[in-house]
Nanobody
Framework: QVQLVESGGGLVQTGGSLRLSCAAS????????MGWFRQAPGKEREFVAV????????DYRDSVKGRFTISRDNAKNTMYLQMNSLKPEDTAVYYC???????????????????WGQGTQVTVSS
């Protein structure tokens, strides 16, 4: 079992920044890939960014490339999402997730992730 707890969400103005954290406990943190997803009201959950266990492989959805950075600190069992130049369309509940089937590879498909956090709200005002 893996337990995930997100933090760092909040209300920010357009152009502002937030840093999300995802603290993991349970299985060995460095053994699996992880990712961030988000879901806005009335919309499907969508992939934001994913990272391999080593941190060397990452992938981002096109709309956040150049603005968001995913990273992880395996010694602290924590994954991060640095979000800069935030836009109103980034408003959503952000979830972290774990993929226990891949280590040095990534997937952007939500259904392939095994464990999920409860989410943290990010609201960007215009």
């Amino acid at each position: 079992q893996v337990q995930l707890v997100e933090s760092g969400g909040g209300l920010v103005q357009t152009g502002g920044s937030l840093r999300l954290s995802c603290a993991a406990s349970g299985r060995t943190f460095s053994s699996y890939g992880m990712g961030w997803f988000r879901q806005a009201p009335g919309k499907e959950r969508e992939f934001v960014a994913v990272i391999s266990w080593s941190g060397e492989i990452t992938d981002y959805r096109d709309s956040v490339k150049g603005r968001f950075t995913i990273s992880r600190d395996n010694a602290k069992n924590t994954m991060y999402l640095q979000m800069n130049s935030l836009k109103p369309e980034d408003t959503a509940v952000y979830y972290c997730a774990v993929d226990i089937h891949r280590q040095e590879a990534v997937t952007t498909t939500a259904d392939e992730f095994d464990y999920w956090g409860q989410g943290t709200q990010v609201t960007v005002s215009s």
